[in-house]
């Protein structure tokens, strides 16, 4: 019996993610001045911003788009996860 339950906990293990996991780093597009030399790739710090993520086909068919709120952190970075927000744009019903 323990033998027959072990591939099905085995396979919940690995199940896929409902999404494709985003990590960036969004830099401040004005840069940052510095005494000498600015910075122009200072990262945007503790921001609320809005991406946008899509996917085209061959054709340049617009497939699937969605947009996202985030808010950087204290680096700049952002971690997000594509496919779990609502469709914004595009023909493909599910991603």
């Known amino acids: 019996m323990a033998f027959s339950c072990f591939p099905i906990v085995s396979s919940l293990g690995f199940s896929q993610s ?3 996991t985003y990590q960036a780093v969004i830099y401040n597009p004005s840069g940052e001045e510095l005494p000498g030399v600015d910075n122009p ?6 921001q609320d911003i809005c991406l946008q993520f899509g996917i085209v086909d061959a054709d340049g068919n617009q497939e699937y788009q969605e947009e996202v709120q985030v808010t950087t952190d204290a680096f700049g970075m952002v971690n997000l996860l594509i496919g779990t927000n609502t469709q914004t744009g595009g023909y493909a019903a599910d991603l």
Do not use: E, K, R, V
Not at 41 to 46: G, K, Q
């Open 41 to 46: 790739y200072a990262p945007l710090t503790n």
């Open 18 to 20: 409902s999404g494709i």
